[in-house]
């Protein structure tokens, strides 16, 4: 856990990243978060590209930045990618905001400024020495340094978004909008905002709207204008009967009119035969 | 997004980090595709994630190709689970057979490097679900091994002993399901170099058939005596194809000079596009092991007749419906019909013809005759 200078814990950091040999896969450098949350969006995002996550619950945040190529390679030649995981509350949010403006920079664009960054305090000797002994961990104070020596983001102008939304990464104004809310998320606001690779279409995200947090979402080569997510039917409303059920009730409504049908025949079979015999 | 009455038909890869799990998956996946193409039947990806993840893949081996080298920067090593959903639809609602095949990082397979935190329990039951296994192989590991020490660190690079304990334990598995068909497949990768039947000029395939003999015979002796009905296969496949090994290196490791690791060089060959080989022998051998599943529920249904006509239900009972399944989706289909009957009649008819078209088409694709690379143990 880092300390601010009062002594509590403000923001808690881990990498994951891995060594060049086979046997030194993907891993935590030090302590891995007790909670692997970001494995929710298994479906919706490859971690192995540009991925970002962001929650808040209006108190804490939690963010998840993965795919950032480092320049080390592995025993095969691919390039390997480091993980960042972060927490905190509210107040301490500063730099998280410029790390997540920098990572979409170089998302877009052809810079290494967090990839970079992380290399520089992360080379290989020290990777694979904290892959083998895990316990060694100065890994939380290293990266709050790297994070605080990271340039301000870009400011953002305010601008009306609907609530919840998808939108593709490539428009510069999504990429805004994501830092505005992103900004809000770590200032107290609860709410989602998610860059997911894997998602096609607004029907791919709908299971995220369950949650009634905001949700905004960048996704990759998606159609460049700005989807409004509708909220589903509120609780309570019973959704319209599918063809099959509507066909079932009706079959159903049909078998009880001849079932009242027979009867009533039958009662009025009775009753004459009453009245005929006297 | 799965349909629960849909057969799902569960395949699982076995092999440690950096072998070629990730490449093999979606090189069968568009191999089957490939296949199908021209035939009423379609392989398609369930949900967008499956879609996307196979265009990522197939943009970063793209994009390793150019300029004449093989530059695999892109291709990196797998940091999460992940599930592919495919379909091999016929074009009927619910009566296509769901392929699901379970991508993970080679790291958490291995107890020892297993990471804290992996998600592993969920890939173990997945794999015990399983009705197919593969184990890639890097066959250039095998194949550019000169001294005896390369042949000593070869098994640790392969991480044998691990891939034998994980399909001992699916054997195990296997054992207590004696009714139903089992099917391990071994599949070297990264062999284009080793054959000449896909623009390569020499034929070392044999050594390479030795070699994979010599280093897995525990885990192909082992599959007689645990598990007798399990098919064992051998199907090297080339999941780039227009690559040749250029050169090889074997590097003492910084941290402990007594073990080496490989690495290999590979250049490209022209045109320089992917021309995978020997998937459609795997998905061949997985059509044939559909059929055998039927004709197996089929035999026993016929057997116990006289006693009762319910064996398939029992069956169904005892082995979570796939062998049912596999009997209602391959037998064309009654309930399906029985369900359609209610719609409109013409339309039953096409459908009816679709899920027959189907069958067909497993059927054919089984009884192909496999290429010259596949060997049966
Ligand atoms: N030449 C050649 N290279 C291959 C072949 N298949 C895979 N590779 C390369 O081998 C490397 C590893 O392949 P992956 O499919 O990512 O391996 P993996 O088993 O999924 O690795 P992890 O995800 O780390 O467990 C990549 O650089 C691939 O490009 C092949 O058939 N031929
Ligand atoms: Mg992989």
Known sequence: MAASGNGDPVISAAVQTRGRTRGADYAFLGEAPENPWWRTYGGYTTFEHPTILLHSDGECWEA??????????????????????????????????????????????????????????????????????????????????????????????????????????????????????????????????????????????????????????????????????????????????????????????????????????????????????? | MTDTSRLVYRIGMVGPSRVGKTSLITALLRGGQHLLEGTPVAMKAIGSSTQKRLGQHRRDLEGSLLA????????????????????????????????????????????????????????????????VLIVPIDAAVLMEATSATHLRVMPSILATTQVGDVVRSWLTERKRRPDEPGLLMLCPV???????????????????????????????????????????????????GCVEITGAEWTPEPGDPATLAFSAEYGVRPPGRQAIKGADDVLMALCRHLVGARQRVEEAVATEKGRTATTAERYAERHEGFFLDIWYVLNGERRYRREAAEDVRGAAVEADKRVTALTEIIEDLASRRPGGRVRQW
């Open chain 2, 190 to 240: 990264k062999c284009e170099s080793y054959f000449d039947d896909n623009g390569g000029d020499r034929d070392d395939s044999e050594e390479l058939l030795t070699w994979v003999r010599r280093l897995y015979h525990d885990v192909i002796d082992a599959v007689p005596g645990e598990a007798p009905h399990v098919r064992t296969l051998y199907c090297p496949v080339d999941t780039i």
């Open chain 1, 64 to 278: 998840f930045l993965s795919g950032i190529p480092s320049r080390r390679r592995d025993a095969v030649g691919t390039t390997i990618r480091f993980t960042l995981v972060l927490s905190g509350s509210a107040a301490e949010a500063g730099p998280v905001l410029a790390l997540i403006g920098a990572w979409l920079g170089d998302i877009v664009g052809t810079g290494h400024v967090v990839a970079d960054a992380l290399d520089a305090v992360f080379g290989e000797p020290d990777v694979e020495r904290l892959l083998a002994n895990p316990d060694d961990s100065d890994v939380e104070g290293r990266v709050l340094d790297l994070l605080t020596a990271l340039p301000p983001g870009p400011t953002v102008a305010a601008a009306a978004s609907p609530p919840d939304w998808l939108w593709t990464l490539e428009v510069p104004e999504a990429r805004d909008a994501f830092l505005l809310q992103a900004g809000e998320l770590l200032d107290g606001h609860a709410g989602r905002a998610l860059l997911l690779n894997l998602v096609g279409s607004p029907t791919d995200v709908e299971p995220l709207l369950r949650d009634p947090r905001t949700l905004a979402v960048l996704g990759t080569d998606l159609d460049p204008a700005l989807v409004a997510l509708p909220r589903g039917t509120p609780p309570g409303k019973a959704p319209a009967p599918s063809r099959g059920t509507a066909r079932r009730l009706r079959t159903e409504l049909r078998a009880a009119m001849v079932l009242v049908a027979i009867l009533v025949v039958t009662l009025v079979a009775t009753l004459g035969g009453l009245i005929w015999n006297r």
């Open chain 2, 68 to 131: 004449g080298k093989f530059r695999p920067g892109a291709l990196g090593g797998t940091q999460e689970k992940f599930l592919f959903h495919l379909l091999l639809d016929p074009g009927v609602p619910d009566a296509g057979i769901e392929l699901q095949l379970l991508d993970y990082p080679g790291g958490w397979f291995d107890p020892v490097t297993r990471p804290p935190g992996a998600d592993w329990e969920e890939c173990e039951h997945f794999l015990e679900q399983s009705s």
